[in-house]
C-alpha cells in the first residue's frame, strides 16, 4: 500500500481522532462535539471543515496557498479566545501524531511509519502558515482595541449590559450601608 493511499483510506479514522483531539482543548469539549447544527455550533462546525480541508489538501500536495482559506477558518477562531499562540497553532502539529497513532494500529499501515518524514515536513509548513494568520489576527484586535480606546468607544463596549452595571451599583450602594 502507497502512503498516499493509506492516508486517503485512512481518512475518516484520521479525522475523527484529530477533531476530537482539537475539540478537547476547549473548556467545554462536550457541546463542540455533540451539536452538528452550524448555527448553533459554528465551532465546532467550521473546526471539523476546517481540519477535513487542510487534511485533504495535504493528502493531494496542494500549493501552499491553497491552505490559507482553512487554515484562516480555524486559527481565527483561535485568536480571538484564551488561546497562547502556541495552544492556537497545536492542533495542526497534532495531526502528525494522530496519523501515527491511526497507522500503528494497522498491520498494513505500520509499515508505513517510516515514510512519513516528507509528509511531516508539510504538516510542519502548514502549522507555520497557521501562526502568520494568528499573528496577523492579534495584531488586528490590537489594532481595533486601540482605535476603540482613542475614539472612547471602549466606554460602551466595556461597559457591558446597562442592567449589570445597575447590579454593580446596587451592590456598591449595599455595600455602603452595610458598613454604616
Known amino acids: 500500500m502507497e502512503l498516499t ?3 486517503q483510506h485512512k481518512q475518516k479514522d484520521i479525522h475523527a481522532l ?4 482539537t475539540l478537547n482543548s476547549y473548556v467545554s469539549p462536550g457541546f463542540f462535539k455533540k451539536a452538528k447544527d452550524p448555527f448553533a455550533n459554528p465551532v465546532g462546525v467550521n473546526i471539523s471543515k476546517a481540519l477535513e480541508s487542510i487534511f485533504s489538501l495535504l493528502v493531494a500536495r496542494a500549493e501552499q496557498s491553497e491552505f490559507s482559506q482553512p487554515l484562516d477558518q480555524i486559527i481565527r477562531i483561535r485568536a480571538v479566545q484564551d488561546f497562547t499562540p502556541a495552544q492556537a497553532v497545536a492542533p495542526l502539529l497534532e495531526l502528525k501524531w494522530v496519523i501515527k497513532e491511526i497507522f500503528k494500529k494497522n498491520d498494513k499501515t505500520r509499515d508505513l511509519l517510516s515514510q512519513l518524514d516528507n509528509f511531516d515536513c508539510e504538516i510542519d509548513r502548514v502549522a507555520l502558515a497557521g501562526f502568520d494568520i494568528y499573528t ?3 495584531e488586528q484586535l490590537h489594532r ?3 482605535r476603540e480606546l482613542k475614539s472612547g468607544s471602549h466606554l460602551i463596549t466595556d461597559g457591558g449590559c446597562p442592567s449589570r452595571l445597575l447590579d454593580k451599583e446596587t451592590a456598591l450602594a449595599d455595600n455602603k450601608q452595610s458598613d454604616k
Open 18 to 21: 484529530w477533531l476530537d483531539r
Open 136 to 138: 496577523e489576527c492579534r
Open 5 to 7: 493511499e493509506a492516508l
Open 144 to 146: 481595533c482595541r486601540i
